[in-house]
C-alpha cells in the first residue's frame, strides 16, 4: 500500500538526482523522474526501503518537454555562509 | 596494527602500535589528513587499552551512549555508513565530556553538553550540522560557530536544527527551502544564524519539524509560540485559511495568554502542552482526519499529560500515572504489510477518541519517557527498561532483526557496566533511535 498520497506541488526538484523527491521517513528520499511522469508513472519509490508513494500530478503538464511551465516548483536553494 | 573502517564515504583508518598502550592513537581520514585522537578505546587480542586522560575516562564511565536503524548518512556515530539492527555502544562522544540530552532529525544528531556546547554529526548536505560546510560527518563535531555561547535547548528537523542560547537568542542552519530557518528568506546556511526576529523576544525553546520550525517565548507572553517555514498542511497554526509558507515567524494563533511549557514537531505535525497538562495540536490530522490550521484543544484526553511524542503520523501521549497512549496508531507496527494496513477512508471521519487507543503490552507498566521517529516509537520504564515498536524494516526497533513490532518488545543494550542511579532517555530520529545513560550525581 502507498505510504502517502503527494502532490507534484509538494516534491522538491533534486539537480543530483535529476528527480522529484520527497522525504521517506526511513531518512532517504522518495524519488520519481519526469520520464517516469510523461509516460504516467505515479510512484515514487525510496531506494533504500521498500516504502512507495503515489504522486498526484497532471500527466498532461508533463507531456511535452519544450513546456517551460513544467520548471520545477522551487529553486534550489543557495548556499550562503 | 590497522582497523579499517568500514563506511565507503570518508573512510576512517585508525593505526594503533600492538602492545603500546601509550602510544597516541593516530585517525587519517580519506585526505590524508592525521588526526590525533585521544578518547579512543580499542581492544586488541582480548587485551583493553584505553588511551585518554582521566577526565575522559570519568566521563566514559558515567555515561553510556547506543544507536542503532538506518546508518547510511553516518547518523548512528558508530563511524560507519551502515544500518545496525541491534544497539552499538558509542565512544565518539567520550571526548565532548557528559552529554545532557539529544535532538534527531531525518538523518542527523545534534548533542548538547553540559557546559552548553553543541556537537553534531550524520546528514550535512543541507547545511544542517551548522560546521560552514555541506558535507556528511560520520563523526561528532563540535559546532564551533557557536563556541563562546552556552546553548540550552536545541531541535533536529527533517534537514534543518535550531539552538537556543542562554540568553534566548535562536540560531538556525540547514534547509531554508520552506523557510524554515526564519531569516525571511528560502536560502540554506550553512552556519548557525541568529534569528533576528527574536532579537527583542526571548526564545525558551525551539522545535523543528520536516519543513517548519516552531519557537516558544521566555515569560507570561501573551502570544506564547510563533511558527515559519511549510504552512500547508496548518502546522504553523498562523491562519485559519491554507498558507503555503512564511520565511518569517508569525504568531501561532489559539494559545493566548496560556502559560505553555513544551512545543513539538515531527513531520507536518505541530503540539504544544500547557502547564495544567492540556495538549494542543494543529497541523497535519491523524488517521485521515481534517488538516487544523490553528491549535486546537485535544480534549478526548480526560487526564492530564505530562509529555508528547510526534512521530510523521502518530503521537504518544504519557499522562503523569506513567501511562501511554497513541493517537492515530492506525498503521503503526503494520507499514509495508498490505493485509495488515486499513486504507486511510475506512478511518476517516473517526472523532478524538476512537483515533486514541492505549497501547497493547504497556498496560501493567510504568512508563517513565516516550520518543518517536517518523514510523516507530521508544519507551523507558521505570525500572529502566527500553521498548520499542513500530516500523522495523532499517532495525530502527534496536531488536536485532527489521520486523515490524505492534506491540512494544524490549530491547538488550548490552551493557558494558552498570551505572548506579542511572536512568537511560531514548531518542529517535526518523528511521533510528540513540539511548543516553548517564550516572545522576545528585542520587
Known sequence: MSYDDVEIEDMEWNDELQSFTYPCPCGDLFQITKEDLRIGEEIARCPSCSLYITVIYNMEDFQDKSNKKLEPPKPQPVAVA | MLILGTGSRNLWHFKLGVGECNNKAEAIDDRGVSRVSAAFLFHVVGEKFRIGNTMEQEDDEQQQVWSWGAGTDGQLATGRLQDE????????????????????????????????????????????????????????????????????????????????????????????????????DFNSHCYPREVSYFASKPVEQVACGMRHSLMLLRGNVENPVYGFGSGKRGQLGISRDSVKSSSLPQITMGLENLKIISIYANGDHSAALSGDGSLYTWGRGFSGAPDAYIPCHFDAAAFPISDVALGWNHALLLTGEGEVFMLGGDRHGVLGDPQKTPSTADVRGKSEETMMQIIPGLVNLKVVQVATGAEHSAFITDNGSVMTSGWGEHGQLGLGNTNNQTEPRVVTLGRKFTLSHATPRVYCGSGFSFILERHDVSS
Open chain 2, 85 to 184: 539492527h541491534s544497539p552499538q555502544l558509542i565512544r565518539s562522544l567520550s571526548a565532548y565530556g557528559p552529554i545532557v540530552s539529544l535532538s534527531c532529525g531525518g538523518a542527523h544528531v545534534i548533542a548538547l553538553t553540559s557546559g552548553g556546547r553543541v556537537v553534531t554529526w550524520g546528514r550535512g548536505i543541507s547545511g544542517q550540522l551548522g560546521h560552514g560546510e555541506m558535507v556528511n560527518n560520520l563523526q561528532p563535531k563540535l559546532v564551533k560557530e557557536l563556541e563562546g555561547l552556552v546553548i540550552t535547548h536545541v531541535s533536529a528537523g527533517w534537514n534543518h536544527s535550531g539552538f537556543v542560547s542562554e540568553t534566548g537568542a535562536i540560531f538556525t542552519c540547514g534547509d531554508g527551502s520552506f523557510g524554515q530557518l526564519g531569516h525571511g
